[in-house]
């Protein structure tokens, strides 16, 4: 909504509607713990996590309207909490298993992840704050999914039958913003259910039944072994429906960070370093390529991956300092903004200010982030363990976290205006507060003794925190700028942030533990089962371990930093030329550092949602967000249905792992095949049809 258009919110400031009531707390709390459970993991397996807020609107207008008195209000803050929930567990996942990975923890401890997501969360909420009048209002900045979600919470005002306003308000709420006609509350709601119970079945079939393989795979020696030859398919449901919501531009640049990581960079890095990958395979040097086995084939392709991976490390470093770069300025505006509001609360020029610009007091947002510092200062002083300095150490963690954390909070907030929280950057900017305390730590403290233990694991907490605020710092502001729209109250909604924030910790402990033990995160536990491959906490073990003196080759992130430059300015000028394509680094940096099976589906599926805006062709702003919608919940449905099976597959496997058989049918990858191509056709025509009947 531009600056010059006067802004009219669905609900006004004059009128006080129930927000946080009893109903709308339980329903909200009870989706964030499901949607933490979801995106966890969704996160461990693909590196990558969607924002919950259009999905939990549907859920909402669904299940509300079965009371008789419900209002727009209360489906807001049901979604704020729900959406809150789907964001702090990314900073968890991105991070806490390096921890278990490095060795650090046995396993995933129930408090201090509790902890981490508590105190991280809400300081995230306490960052942002005092930026949503700056951003929000004066900034004028488009996030889309907040945007989105008020379009779909609107049609419930549009349809009247359950929402209790009187006729002057329903009118208002039409003029305010044009509405599309859909009737989420029911066919979002049916969209949304039929596609988790189709995701879920297709995970049943896959990791229940064993009926159809989870990836296709092969090997090939070419050119008498000179040129080796590796790609896969990773075939699951929410590979397609990630896909479907970032759409083609990122599907394409995943892709092609793909093709650079591991068509291109896994033959020529065999070509180059031949003796290094023979060694490291366990292949002795001087076997003759006619000897090689394929199983040995495998393992030469799977040593020069892992170290062509590395480029997207260097990748993800230059993409992290450069959002900093670019958004000095404008955070810079922000922050001013911010304290020329305090001035004007303290000096009782707000006293008036209506309801709609009511946000936390300012003495609020200190008192908690004075409060916060406790439990972060202990966190640092048991991660150090029996480290004899660790008293300066914690004080200085502390305070990076709380310079850090504030910058990234506003970063990942203002880039959560322009992309969006599932495009967010926040991997890049947290690799970077990777990079920078360990140097600063091994400073500090050395390598030698326990120093060289503790030091990396002290950067992985500090990098959790802030990462989770980041992670919450993109959501507050999403969903402040809906209910902006809407005309909720901001306080209100900054407070259930914290109710999700904390409902999500209670659960998010357990279904790492959960997972850990079925399948193993970053590392196998059980035979049979395939790793979940937590890419981003890998990366974070492998930077933070690697400064710390276990070593770590700066080649491949060299060339991955040289290859970042290339992109971001071939971007510049693309951004120069207003070119509807564009080359954001990150996306690029996900596709070389992820296996190449898990860009596969994506590509196909941004693809797809290429083909279906060509066939609907909108012509109007109303019919674009009819087709957002129904693609948004279609793709959501099976994201969700397939990540919360897993999660119960996952309990069968703890319980009672006989039930499951160890080894997928022979005919699984035909059968893999087959369900994703039905897959396919059914999201296209599923979306054109309940696009054309909203």
Same mark, same amino acid.
């Given at each position: 909504?531009?600056?010059?258009?006067?802004?009219?919110?669905?609900?006004?400031?004059?009128?006080?509607?129930?927000?946080?009531?009893?109903?709308?707390?339980?329903?909200?709390?009870?989706?964030?713990?499901?949607?933490?459970?979801?995106?966890?993991?969704?996160?461990?397996?693909?590196?990558?996590?969607?924002?919950?807020?259009?999905?939990?609107?549907?859920?909402?207008?669904?299940?509300?309207?079965?009371?008789?008195?419900?209002?727009?209000l209360e489906n807001n803050q049901v979604q704020t909490i729900a959406s809150a929930g789907a964001s702090t567990v990314s900073g968890v996942i991105f991070t806490v298993p390096a921890l278990v990975m490095m060795g650090a923890w046995d396993g995933y401890d129930y408090w201090p992840i509790f902890l981490m997501v508590c105190v991280g969360g809400i300081m995230g909420v306490v960052f942002t704050t005092p930026l949503r009048r700056a951003l929000i209002v004066d900034a004028g900045l488009t996030f889309p999914e907040g945007?989105?979600?008020?379009?779909?919470?609107?049609?419930?005002?549009?349809?009247?039958?359950?929402?209790?306003?009187?006729?002057?308000?329903?009118?208002?709420?039409?003029?305010?913003?044009?509405?599309?006609?859909?009737?989420?509350?029911?066919?979002?709601?049916?969209?949304?259910?039929?596609?988790?119970?189709?995701?879920?079945?297709?995970?049943?079939?896959?990791?229940?039944?064993?009926?159809?393989?989870?990836?296709?795979?092969?090997?090939?020696?070419?050119?008498?072994?000179?040129?080796?030859?590796?790609?896969?398919?990773?075939?699951?449901?929410?590979?397609?429906?990630?896909?479907?919501?970032?759409?083609?531009?990122?599907?394409?640049?995943?892709?092609?960070?793909?093709? &650079?990581?591991?068509?291109?960079?896994?033959?020529?890095?065999?070509?180059?370093?031949?003796?290094?990958?023979?060694?490291?395979?366990?292949?002795?040097?001087?076997?003759?390529?006619?000897?090689?086995?394929?199983?040995?084939?495998?393992?030469?392709?799977?040593?020069?991956? *892992?170290?062509?991976?590395?480029?997207?490390?260097?990748?993800?470093?230059? $993409?992290?300092?450069?959002?900093?770069?670019?958004?000095?300025?404008?955070?810079?505006?922000?922050?001013?903004?911010?304290?020329?509001?305090?001035?004007?609360?303290?000096?009782?020029?707000?006293?008036?200010?209506?309801?709609?610009?009511?946000?936390?007091?300012?003495?609020?947002?200190?008192?908690?982030?004075?409060?916060?510092?406790?439990?972060?200062?202990?966190?640092?002083?048991?991660?150090?363990?029996?480290?004899?300095?660790?008293?300066?150490?914690?004080?200085?963690?502390?305070?990076?976290?709380?310079?850090?954390?504030?910058?990234?909070?506003?970063?990942?907030?203002?880039?959560?205006?322009?992309?969006?929280?599932?495009?967010?950057?926040?991997?890049?900017?947290?690799?970077?507060?990777?990079?920078?305390?360990?140097?600063?730590?091994?400073?500090?403290?050395?390598?030698?003794?326990?120093?060289?233990?503790?030091?990396?694991?002290?950067?992985?907490?500090?990098?959790?925190?802030?990462?989770?605020?980041?992670?919450?710092?993109?959501?507050?502001?999403?969903?402040?700028?809906?209910?902006? &729209?809407?005309?909720?109250?901001?306080? *209100?909604?900054?407070?259930?942030?914290?109710?999700?924030?904390?409902?999500?910790?209670?659960?998010?402990?357990?279904?790492?533990?959960?997972?850990?033990?079925?399948?193993?995160?970053?590392?196998?536990?059980?035979?049979?089962?395939?790793?979940?491959?937590?890419?981003?906490?890998?990366?974070?073990?492998?930077?933070?371990?690697?400064?710390?003196?276990?070593?770590?080759?700066?080649?491949?992130?060299?060339?991955?930093?040289?290859?970042?430059?290339?992109?971001?300015?071939?971007?510049?000028?693309?951004?120069?030329? *207003?070119?509807?394509?564009?080359?954001?680094?990150?996306?690029?940096?996900?596709?070389?550092?992820?296996?190449? $099976?898990?860009?596969?589906?994506?590509?196909?599926?941004?693809?797809?949602?290429?083909?279906?805006?060509?066939?609907?062709?909108?012509?109007?702003?109303?019919?674009?967000?009819?087709?957002?919608?129904?693609?948004?919940?279609?793709?959501?449905?099976? &994201?969700?249905?397939?990540?919360?099976?897993?999660?119960?597959?996952?309990?069968?496997?703890?319980?009672?792992?006989?039930?499951?058989?160890?080894?997928?049918?022979?005919?699984?990858?035909?059968?893999?095949?087959?369900?994703?191509?039905?897959?396919?056709?059914?999201?296209?025509?599923?979306?054109?049809?309940?696009?054309?009947?909203?």
């Amino acid at each position: 909504m531009s600056q010059s258009a006067p802004h009219r919110p669905v609900v006004g400031p004059e009128r006080t509607l129930p927000e946080i009531t009893a109903k709308a707390v339980v329903l909200g709390v009870v989706l964030a713990m499901l949607m933490a459970a979801a995106n966890a993991c969704l996160g461990l397996r693909v590196g990558m996590t969607v924002a919950a807020s259009i999905p939990a609107s549907a859920i909402a207008l669904g299940v509300l309207r079965a009371f008789r008195r419900s209002n727009i209000l209360e489906n807001n803050q049901v979604q704020t909490i729900a959406s809150a929930g789907a964001s702090t567990v990314s900073g968890v996942i991105f991070t806490v298993p390096a921890l278990v990975m490095m060795g650090a923890w046995d396993g995933y401890d129930y408090w201090p992840i509790f902890l981490m997501v508590c105190v991280g969360g809400i300081m995230g909420v306490v960052f942002t704050t005092p930026l949503r009048r700056a951003l929000i209002v004066d900034a004028g900045l488009t996030f889309p999914e907040g945007v989105a979600t008020a379009q779909v919470l609107k049609t419930g005002v549009v349809e009247r039958e359950y929402v209790e306003l009187d006729d002057e308000l329903a009118d208002d709420a039409a003029a305010a913003e044009p509405a599309p006609k859909a009737a989420t509350s029911g066919l979002g709601f049916k969209l949304l259910l039929e596609a988790s119970a189709l995701g879920a079945l297709l995970r049943v079939l896959e990791g229940g039944c064993k009926w159809i393989a989870a990836e296709v795979a092969t090997t090939k020696a070419w050119l008498g072994g000179k040129w080796l030859f590796t790609a896969d398919a990773t075939l699951q449901p929410s590979l397609l429906g990630i896909g479907f919501i970032v759409g083609p531009n990122i599907g394409t640049l995943m892709m092609s960070g793909a093709v &650079i990581g591991t068509i291109l960079g896994v033959p020529i890095n065999w070509l180059l370093n031949e003796e290094r990958l023979l060694a490291t395979a366990g292949v002795p040097s001087g076997t003759a390529w006619g000897a090689i086995t394929p199983e040995q084939w495998g393992d030469l392709a799977g040593a020069s991956w *892992k170290e062509c991976r590395r480029i997207g490390i260097g990748c993800m470093l230059v $993409g992290g300092v450069w959002s900093l770069i670019r958004l000095i300025g404008p955070i810079r505006s922000g922050v001013r903004a911010s304290l020329a509001a305090f001035r004007a609360q303290r000096s009782g020029q707000t006293a008036g200010a209506p309801r709609t610009e009511l946000d936390t007091p300012i003495n609020f947002l200190a008192f908690a982030a004075a409060l916060m510092t406790v439990p972060l200062f202990f966190a640092f002083w048991t991660a150090l363990g029996e480290y004899e300095g660790k008293t300066l150490v914690c004080l200085v963690l502390t305070a990076l976290m709380l310079g850090f954390g504030f910058l990234f909070a506003s970063v990942a907030g203002y880039m959560a205006g322009l992309v969006g929280s599932s495009n967010n950057p926040v991997s890049g900017v947290t690799m970077a507060t990777v990079v920078v305390s360990s140097f600063l730590l091994l400073q500090l403290m050395g390598s030698d003794g326990i120093a060289g233990k503790v030091g990396p694991a002290a950067v992985i907490y500090l990098a959790a925190f802030i990462c989770t605020g980041a992670c919450i710092a993109g959501d507050n502001l999403q969903d402040l700028k809906c209910g902006h &729209i809407v005309g909720a109250t901001p306080w *209100k909604q900054q407070l259930c942030l914290v109710i999700g924030t904390i409902a999500s910790a209670s659960v998010i402990p357990l279904v790492l533990g959960l997972l850990d033990n079925a399948e193993g995160i970053g590392r196998a536990v059980r035979e049979g089962t395939k790793p979940l491959s937590a890419p981003q906490a890998s990366l974070m073990k492998e930077l933070s371990t690697g400064i710390f003196g276990a070593g770590i080759n700066w080649n491949f992130i060299l060339f991955g930093c040289a290859l970042a430059v290339g992109i971001i300015a071939l971007d510049s000028w693309l951004e120069r030329r *207003k070119a509807a394509f564009r080359t954001p680094i990150l996306g690029v940096a996900v596709g070389i550092y992820l296996p190449f $099976g898990l860009s596969v589906l994506i590509f196909v599926g941004g693809l797809l949602a290429w083909l279906v805006k060509r066939r609907f062709a909108p012509k109007t702003e109303h019919e674009h967000v009819q087709l957002e919608n129904a693609g948004m919940l279609l793709a959501s449905g099976l &994201i969700t249905g397939e990540a919360i099976l897993s999660v119960a597959i996952a309990a069968v496997l703890v319980a009672a792992p006989t039930l499951i058989p160890a080894e997928h049918s022979s005919f699984g990858a035909t059968a893999a095949l087959v369900a994703s191509a039905l897959l396919v056709v059914y999201l296209y025509v599923r979306t054109l049809g309940a696009a054309r009947r909203m």
